[in-house]
């Protein structure tokens, strides 16, 4: 027995592998050609961008894994029900979940690993690639001085180039509007050449000024309403631009820490616990709020003199004891109170709504913690039980199938969430009852697998149409025969 369970886990690992490790890549393609405006024209360097897909590809290990893990099982059964393996196996007299057993702990340790990895990795990984990806997304663009465009990247400075050599760096007509002082072009650089680089750091670029002038509108003092205009020619002159906010800013990580997705199951559970005491205290809030206000509607049976006498509390009936000069005064006091009281009910009605999506989100993203590796054992169960069923190796119907129950699983998983989170169900429910569905699916599949059934057989359900069809043609004969000989007898009375 222990020659066959060497031989399952040999047979699986392979597999499981190169499927994981093909799906991981995928995935990081898809989710790269979704990212991939951010990077176009904004100068990044290989590392920043191998740094954002590493920490990328680590948040998308829990998506690729029970694909990879369900793509491995079908292929590994399948390649051994092909080979009659299978049929060997069960002849000796040992069960597919017997056989399996071993893959099954196998399985369950990968799950357990997914989750802390899950739990560790990936919330850090989370946090830094979110950050990178603010920051990418907030850095201006490179700096590209056209020929023939005004350049205005550069804060409180227009440029403009008429032309460009072939070297990319001389350049010609230039003109450059200084707006430091705020007044408009009160500092205007022409030059007839010059020269422009970035220096090696990335932190300046030059512009080599030749033969050229500067022109300066100078603001008068002393309330004077004449203007100094002053005029200086140069042969050489160089101006040098400070391009810091160009480069790639730095947030501070602790602005995304409030992310869900960053936190542990441990800080979850703060939160959750958070938003349920915050709940708690609205209510309370709320209920201090109207018992105080809340007058009572009583029969006065005692006098009979009016159906509904206001009283408050068990001090008897009080209104008629009221002179009629201050009812005006305690009617307009009750409405003011009465109105105070509904804006403070709308608002903690507001930061109830609030905290319960919080709590909800809290729910949800602790679930799925579970779910996910759970899920991983749910799906290689099918795999398995799909395989022996199939008996098909290779990558023709073992990715077919693959890719249809994992769309299925993940269109389940999808609409669950959004329904927990919509508060249509309960998040329990909601987050695990695609699970459930899965379970079912697994023991009806792997019940079929233990008893050699021919699911997939074509055959089967080749032979299964052609009986109802027998069928339809013996129930509906004799009033096709009826309807004949009908028709039949009106044809002789005509």
Known sequence: MKSLHKFIIKSFIPPFIGAFFVTWLIFIMQFMWVWIDEFIGKGLDIFTISKFIGLLSTTLVPIALPLGILFAAIMTFG???????????????????????????????????????????????????????????????????????????????????????????????????????????????????????????????????????????????????????????????????????????????????????????????????????????????????????????????????????????????????????????????????????????????QNNKLQRLNLADAEIELNKRFTMPFACILLFIIGGALGSIIRKGGLGMPFISAVIFFIVYYFMNTIGEKIAKEDVVSVPVGMWSPSFILLMIAIFLLYKANNDSPLFNRELYVRFFERIIFLYHKLTSPFLRLAGRSQKKINEVN
Do not use: C
């Open 79 to 349: 390649n051994l029900g092909e080979s009659s393996e299978l049929t060997a196996i069960k002849a000796a007299g040992i069960s597919i979940v017997r056989f399996g057993r071993p893959l099954l702990l196998f399985i369950i340790m990968v799950s357990v690993l997914s989750f802390l990895f899950n739990n560790y990795v990936i919330p850090r990984a989370k946090l830094k690639a979110t950050r990178l990806l603010y920051d990418i997304q907030n850095k201006k663009p490179v700096l590209a001085i056209k020929p023939g465009r005004f350049n205005r990247d550069i804060p409180n400075h227009v440029i403009y180039i008429s032309s460009k050599d072939g070297d990319d760096r001389t350049v010609h007509d230039i003109k450059i509007y200084d707006h430091t002082s705020g007044r408009g072009n009160d500092k205007i650089t022409v030059a007839e050449t010059g020269v422009m680089y970035v220096t090696a750091d990335k932190k300046y670029l030059i512009l080599e000024l030749q033969n050229g002038w500067r022109y300066e509108d100078k603001v008068p003092s002393g309330g004077k309403d004449e203007h100094e205009q002053i005029r200086l020619g140069f042969k050489y002159w160089k101006k040098v631009f400070d391009l810091s906010e160009f480069k790639l800013p730095n947030t501070d990580e602790n602005y995304f820490k409030n992310m869900r997705e960053v936190m542990t199951v441990g800080q979850i559970l703060v939160q959750r616990d958070t938003s349920m005491m915050n709940i708690r205290k609205l209510s309370q809030s709320t209920k201090e709020l109207l018992y105080p206000g809340i007058s009572l509607l009583r029969w006065d049976t005692a006098k009979k003199k009016t159906p509904l006498v206001l009283v408050s509390g068990n001090k008897g009936p009080f209104w008629f004891a009221i002179p009629d000069s201050l009812r005006s005064r305690i009617i307009s006091t009750a409405e003011i109170s009465a109105r105070s009281v509904k804006s403070m009910l709308e608002v903690n009605k």
